[in-house]
């Protein structure tokens, strides 16, 4: 699949931190949709070594309920209580 649409269900959001994150406490991807709002996904981790997480999108889910360009980046949490924040990424969702 080349693009992503509005209300798309049928999609994993995935996001390389480029740290080790197997002491994660917490794994979340922040969003930031078109009109400036915000908010955040319990991610998954997929990959601890290479720093990978990921949410995948549910039949419930509205939030990709915008088009135009969104921004996605990580969050983490390690147990020892540093936090850290990956680098944008930004993604163009399409209107259908």
């Known amino acids: 699949m080349d693009k992503i ?7 994993r959001i995935s996001l390389k931190t480029g740290v ?3 002491n994660a406490l917490e794994t979340k991807i922040i969003y ?3 009109d400036r709002s ?6 998954e981790i997929e990959n601890a070594i290479n720093g990978i997480i990921y949410y995948d999108v549910l039949k419930t889910d509205t939030f990709l309920n915008q088009y135009r360009v969104w921004e996605f980046y990580a969050y983490i949490k390690f147990s020892d209580g540093r936090t850290a924040r990956g680098e944008s ?6 209107n259908k």
């Open 20 to 22: 080790n994150i197997t």
């Open 32 to 34: 930031i949709k078109p």
């Open 89 to 94: 990424a930004k993604v163009i969702i399409y």
């Open 5 to 11: 649409y509005i209300n798309q269900t049928n999609l």
């Open 38 to 43: 915000s908010g955040s996904l319990n991610a």
